[in-house]
């Protein structure tokens, strides 16, 4: 964020107090000199209240997401160890569960926020993308901007994550590091931003990047790039996988959908609702930010309190005995039918361009989903 320490008007240079209301850094003596400033200052002031725009959609996502992980969180954890640049999660026993599959997060364990960010997204990148394309799309659909969901694999990240099962078998989020994060693209300027909401895992904490920055940094290859919503229907799709890997899916389903309900009461109903939001001055925006978070995770906390999963949980246990390794190869199809190629290059182009371009022009996201999800059993059978 920029220090704001101007006092003398950016026409005239007479001492001034008005600030801009777009950039919110230029001031003026009044809007005179303001009218007569706009001609030079136009395309800066919108290229940073675009970049401001896009940096808060990003915080709040984020938040909103590590605080819905918090709430919904369904691993047992018995201890955590941060060694160097790693850190190691032990899982604890499956007695740990509450409703059959929720799980209290381990706050006693865990001091730092980052340390705490890795714990929340360790492969759960997929999941935010799933749960905010919409949202994202709908927040900017007014900026003329492209959005895509980009599959990268990384490199020289900070952090490496590591679970470690009670029976001593290690998940590393690493080598592969294969990461799924938003790219947004201004249509005027060509200017792109990396939105990594899953970041934690690899220490990559900051919400929103200068998309070069974030490229040259830590991206090895950008491996497939997908049409918004990709994501979304491979969690739902893999929501309806009979088993235990997809156990975790339709609890989570069920708890996004308050989550999405609670968002979307902001987005259009209340005074202030969360476009408007986007462009008040820095402390305006906290303080809405903070209302926003909190109804929306009291939303979540409810339904989590009041649901019970152990019935589910069982069917899916005693699934996964009589049918080993039945649910993770389902798994693994779905993700091959959507992951393997990029919309650009697939062999559904023809459809896909198609909804690409009513994507960029703001058109009807369920519209591309229902195909999409047409598309997808269309691949599983074949
Ligand atoms: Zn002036
Ligand atoms: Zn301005």
Request: hydrophobic share 35%; glycine share 6%; net charge neutral.
């Amino acid at each position: 964020m920029v220090e704001d320490a101007r006092t003398k008007c950016s026409y005239c240079g007479e001492p001034a107090t008005l600030k801009c209301g777009g950039c919110k850094i230029d001031v003026y003596c009044g809007t005179d000199c303001q009218k007569l400033d706009w001609a030079s200052h136009k395309t800066t002031c919108k290229e940073i209240s675009l970049e401001r725009t896009i940096e808060r959609c990003a915080d709040t996502l984020q938040r909103a997401y590590l605080d819905f992980r918090e709430i919904t969180y369904d691993s047992p954890i018995a201890k955590v160890e941060v060694k160097n640049d790693r850190i190691y999660i032990y899982d604890g026993p499956i007695s740990m569960r509450k409703n059959g599959i929720f799980a209290d997060f381990p706050n006693h364990l865990i001091t730092e926020r980052s340390v705490k960010m890795a714990v929340l997204c360790f492969l759960m990148c997929n999941e935010p993308i799933a749960l905010f394309a919409k949202l994202l799309s709908t927040l900017l659909t007014h900026l003329k901007l492209k959005i895509e969901e980009v599959s990268v694999s990384l490199q020289n990240v900070p952090r490496k994550t590591i679970v470690v099962y009670p029976n001593g078998y290690e998940h590393h989020n690493f080598p592969g590091h294969k990461h799924e994060i938003f790219c947004v693209t201004s249509v005027k300027s060509g200017k792109k931003w990396a939105i990594d909401l899953a970041g934690g895992q690899y220490g990559l904490c900051q919400p929103c990047w200068r998309w070069e920055e974030y490229e040259k940094r830590y991206v090895e290859e950008v491996i497939t790039v997908h049409l918004l919503g990709t994501n979304e229907t491979y969690v739902k799709a893999c929501s309806q996988v009979e088993g235990t890997p997809s156990l975790t899916r339709p609890s989570t389903q069920d708890a996004a959908s308050h989550l999405k309900a609670a968002f979307h009461k902001w987005v259009e109903t209340l005074p202030a609702g969360l476009p408007k939001m986007l462009i008040l001055d820095d402390e305006k925006f906290k303080y809405h930010q903070d209302c926003l978070l909190k109804d929306v995770n009291a939303a979540v906390r409810k339904f989590v309190d009041n649901s019970n999963y152990t019935t589910e949980a069982r069917k899916a246990a005693r699934y996964e005995r009589d049918n080993p390794g039945v649910s993770s190869q389902r798994l693994q199809d779905i993700r091959n039918a959507l992951f393997q190629r990029g919309y650009d290059s697939s062999p559904r182009s023809t459809a896909m361009s198609m909804l690409s371009n009513l994507a960029d022009g703001g058109g009807d996201l369920n519209l591309d989903l229902e195909e999409m999800e047409i598309w997808l059993s269309a691949g599983l059978r074949g």
